[in-house]
């Protein structure tokens, strides 16, 4: 018995996924109305905004929306906890003692599935963008998987 339907070695322009040939990049999924906080805000006033906001953390900036660092609900729970511990109000605690200032920041022009391998080994949950120095965006984990679905219903063959 042999192969009865051979078509001969495929043409690599064929044999590429559709996807890849798209380009879908960043700053075509990010968030770019932000949820911002300043340095000098209290760890209380953040841990609020978190909480009525619904998000996990966002981005510190400075007076001309540079970022500065992030702030998360792991930071303030340290503090919390420390506060506890040490037995020391929080009140007149600003995040600037407590937030992420080493920020990995992602390229708006980056392909999402590029973004999505550099989530997979940060172990991040969120990217800040920058342009020009400025804060203007974040691209997420559940952006990541929204623009993957969406791309799907577009490219992907069942």
């Given at each position: 018995m042999g192969i009865k339907s051979f078509q001969g070695a495929r043409k690599e322009t064929q044999q590429k996924n559709s996807i890849n040939q798209v380009d879908f990049k960043v700053s075509d999924f990010m968030t770019k109305d932000l949820i911002t906080f300043k340095a000098e805000q209290s760890v209380e006033d953040v841990v609020n905004i978190l909480i009525k906001q619904k998000i996990s953390g966002g981005p510190v900036v400075n007076d001309k929306n540079e970022l500065i660092g992030i702030i998360s609900e792991g930071?303030?729970?340290?503090?919390?906890?420390?506060?506890?511990?040490?037995?020391?109000?929080?009140?007149?605690?600003?995040?600037?003692?407590?937030?992420?200032?080493?920020?990995?920041?992602?390229?708006?022009?980056?392909?999402?599935?590029?973004?999505?391998?550099?989530?997979?080994?940060?172990?991040?949950?969120?990217?800040?963008?920058?342009?020009?120095?400025?804060?203007?965006?974040?691209?997420?984990?559940?952006?990541?998987?929204k623009a993957a679905m969406q791309l799907k219903q577009q490219n992907w063959k069942p």
């Open positions: 930071d303030c729970i340290k503090q919390i906890s420390d506060s506890q511990y040490y037995n020391m109000p929080m009140e007149n605690n600003s995040i600037e003692k407590h937030m992420a200032k080493n920020v990995e920041t992602i390229d708006g022009n980056l392909n999402i599935f590029d973004a999505a391998k550099q989530f997979l080994d940060s172990k991040r949950r969120r990217f800040p963008i920058v342009e020009e120095g400025k804060l203007v965006g974040q691209i997420s984990q559940k952006d990541i998987l």
